[in-house]
T-cell receptor, first 121, second 115 residues
Framework: EAQVTQNPRYLITVTGKKLTVTCSQN?????MSWYRQDPGLGLRQIYY???????DKGDVPEGYKVSRKEKRNFPLILESPSPNQTSLYFC????????????????????FGPGTRLTVL | AQKITQTQPGMFVQEKEAVTLDCTYD???????LFWYKQPSSGEMIFLIY??????QNATEGRYSLNFQKARKSANLVISASQLGDSAMYFC????????????FGTGTKLQVIP
């Protein structure tokens, strides 16, 4: 089954304790991305990756790190979590223009993981 | 910088009626894609419909259609014959199609379908 998986699904932690949220996709997608969702703010992109070893900042990258050492995995790292990082986090993946059979942007619809609800105390 | 604006925080619609959810966008790029996603109370993100900036015809997917007015920079979602299962949050999003693949979402509209 084609899917994006995230772990853990729920996490309660304390300020300053480093954590990693894993994301993995089995669709051979080149593009992967992390979002956070907060009430009234919608989804905001944290980081995205267009290929292995290629990452770029989204709108809210402060306090987060990412790495893309393998095509299928795109972990999100919080080196020193703070309460303002309490949020619902989504990982997503999609094709890259030209990677799909039609090579059109429509094939670049993002497939989302189930979300990770993080609470930082 | 790109921006998506959804001005309706919440909406009600009677079952079987049509409803339009508004979305306006701002970008200086000529090539981009516009997407609508549905998020039910269970939390998952469900892709609904896509419109490319160069597409001349409005996109349709079953009961969903996208009213694309490029000059006005609007991409409204129209849901025909609303069903109770349509009650959810709806997000409009834009993705540039060049080398810079940043994605921007709106703040969402919460739709409630009344029996």
């Amino acid at each position: 089954e084609a899917q994006v998986t995230q772990n853990p699904r729920y996490l309660i932690t304390v300020t300053g304790k480093k954590l990693t949220v894993t994301c993995s996709q089995n669709m051979n997608h080149e593009y992967m991305s992390w979002y956070r969702q907060d009430p009234g703010l919608g989804l905001r992109q944290i980081y995205y990756s267009m290929n292995v070893e290629v990452t770029d900042k989204g709108d809210v990258p402060e306090g987060y790190k990412v790495s893309r050492k393998e095509k299928r995995n795109f972990p999100l790292i919080l080196e020193s979590p703070s309460p303002n990082q309490t949020s619902l986090y989504f990982c997503a993946s999609s094709l890259w223009p030209g990677q799909g059979k039609k090579g059109q942007l429509a094939d670049n619809e993002q497939f989302f993981g189930p979300g990770t609800r993080l609470t930082v105390l | 910088a790109q921006k998506i604006t959804q001005t309706q925080p919440g909406m009600f619609v009677q079952e079987k009626e049509a409803v339009t959810l508004d979305c306006t966008y701002d970008t200086s790029d000529q090539s981009y894609g516009l997407f609508w996603y549905k998020q039910p109370s269970s939390g998952e993100m469900i892709f609904l419909i896509y419109q490319g900036s160069y597409d001349e015809q409005n996109a349709t997917e079953g009961r969903y259609s996208l009213n694309f007015q490029k000059a006005r920079k609007s991409a409204n979602l129209v849901i025909s014959a609303s069903q109770l299962g349509d009650s959810a949050m709806y997000f409009c999003a834009m993705r540039l199609s060049g080398g810079y693949q940043k994605v921007t979402f709106g703040t969402g509209t919460k739709l409630q379908v009344i029996p």
